[in-house]
């Protein structure tokens, strides 16, 4: 299987392309490589102080890559298009990151050269994401894994300016655009069967990655794997929905989607 790499000159071809694959591929897994976390966070952090410190991270830093597969309901992906990887505009000469991060990316096969010069226009893709008709869609099912940051780059880069102090309107953000979602990593830690990252959960579910680690496009095509391979086995007639891991409750209480909020609450937030 092919990842199919977009930069800044073919996002409009993409774009026509995935307005009719979600018609019947509505399972949409997703990954983002960004530059890492500059601001560490401690040892002991309440789900208040790990929003806090993504936030601070998100606010600073520049998404590199972001990853999009695509399934049905039962699993069955479209042969040649499953896999799409979307390749930002980002210039280390101007551009926070993390060393260590950085050289990880680098050595996984990430060219900053193209990205410098090809990239895509940050402007160029919130006008595809809001035109494919992915946002605001409750028909759709978000799968991520760890994906608090993986939704906090998404937010901010519709909101087109820094994520919201309050954890609580965080959520609330992430419900209106993203109403129904999924993060592998908090149903792997229910199940109290599977821990650690998403390469070691898919050696023990003998999930196979397709392409190179540590690149967006084949993180996400794993993670819809997992995800399906995950629903098989534990929660079929389960809810599991709505929760991000880490920004929920110290004791993997929900961090449930609100059921009553006001769009005031956002407005000043919404696109």
Known sequence: MKII?????????????????IE????????????????????YETSEEHYQTLKHNVNILQIIQLGFSFANKNGDIPKS???????????FEKDMFAQNSLDLLINSGVNFQKHKKKGIKMNKFIHFLIRCGFLFNKKI????????????????????????????????????YFPCYYDIKYLSVCFKKFYGGLDKIAEKLKV?????QHQAGSDSLLTLKIFFKLKKMFFEK??????????????LLKQKKPDIFFESEIDDYCI
């Open 81 to 91: 298009k499953a896999c799409w990887q979307f390749n930002f505009n980002f210039n």
């Open 141 to 176: 099912k978000w799968i991520s894994f760890h994906s608090g940051y993986d939704f906090g780059y998404l937010i901010r880069m519709l909101l087109q300016k820094n994520l919201p102090d309050s954890k609580p309107v965080f959520f609330k953000l992430l419900y209106y």
């Open 238 to 251: 389960k809810n599991f929905f709505d929760n991000v891991y880490f920004l929920c409750n110290s004791d």
């Open 208 to 212: 196979f990655r397709i392409g190179q």
């Open 5 to 21: 790499q977009i930069w800044n000159d073919n996002v409009d071809k993409a774009m026509k392309i995935m307005i009719k694959l």
């Open 24 to 43: 019947e591929y509505n399972y949409i897994s997703m990954d983002t490589e960004f530059p890492g976390i500059t601001s560490i966070p401690t040892e």
